[in-house]
């Protein structure tokens, strides 16, 4: 299988604290991983782009200081939310290409919820 | 750019009854992959169903099958003999077959099964 993992589950810190979530690929490689942020009954919004060795691509939106992206294998990616806020509060999610397979194939995390207290 | 859209918030529907989620994209593409994802409670994303756009035929996983028409850009998900678990959000996305890019969502339906 390809399996993807997603650490912390949750996570609960002070406002102007930061956090760091690690987004893994057990299985297989991913060169190309994906952050998601996810609100309450909403879809999922993509944050950036994650390429192993180089610098993350981010949308329209999201300030590059505030989350820090860092791809430094090509199995684990981890974005840092620097001086956490209540508005970023929310539901991360990431995804990882498998390569090997037909049409780069995503695979997703189990997700970390973000609490700023 | 590709847009996805999913014009139906939420849906309810009878246990052991059919049930069908619509969907729409824009795209320019003519090499794609378009797909239903399904989220429940726990959130973590679980894939439902694939469709290659240059397949003509209809992608059916069990109880789950597309309605795919790529000249009208539609792609609806149909759900079989529905079931309590089956109770979830739904998205539509769509993926372009070039490079490594991202799937692009629509905003999801929110599926209630009633006993």
């Known amino acids: 299988g390809a399996v993807v993992s997603q650490h912390p589950s949750r996570v609960i810190c002070k406002s102007g604290t930061s956090v760091k979530i690690e987004c893994r690929s057990l299985?297989?490689?991913?060169?190309?991983m994906f952050w998601y942020r996810q609100f309450p009954k909403q879809s999922l919004m993509l944050m950036a782009t994650?390429?192993?060795?180089?610098?993350?691509?981010?949308e329209q939106g999201v300030e590059k200081d505030k989350f820090l992206i860092n791809h430094a294998s090509l199995t684990l990616s981890t974005l840092t939310v620097t001086s956490a806020h209540p508005e970023d509060s929310s539901f991360y999610i990431c995804?990882?290409?498998?390569?090997?397979?037909?049409?780069?194939?995503?695979?997703f995390g189990p997700g970390t919820r973000l609490t700023v207290l | 750019a590709q847009t996805v859209t999913q014009s139906q918030p939420e849906m309810s529907v009878q246990e052991a009854e059919t049930v069908t989620l619509s969907c729409t994209y824009d795209t320019s593409e003519s090499n794609y992959y378009l797909f239903w994802y399904k989220q429940p409670p726990s959130r973590q994303m679980i894939l439902v169903i694939r469709q290659e756009a240059y397949k003509q035929q209809n992608a059916t996983e069990n109880r789950f099958s597309v309605n795919f028409q790529k000249a009208a850009k539609s792609f609806s998900l149909k759900i079989s003999d529905s079931q309590l678990g089956d109770t979830a959000m739904y998205f539509c996305?769509?993926?372009?077959?070039?490079?490594?890019?991202?799937?692009?969502f629509g905003k999801g339906t929110r599926l209630s099964v009633i006993a």
């Open positions: 994650s390429n192993e060795g180089s610098k993350a691509t981010y």
């Open positions: 995804s990882a290409i498998n390569s090997g397979r037909k049409y780069n194939e995503q695979f």
């Open positions: 299985d297989f490689q991913a060169t190309t």
């Open positions: 996305a769509f993926l372009q077959n070039s490079g490594n890019t991202p799937l692009v």
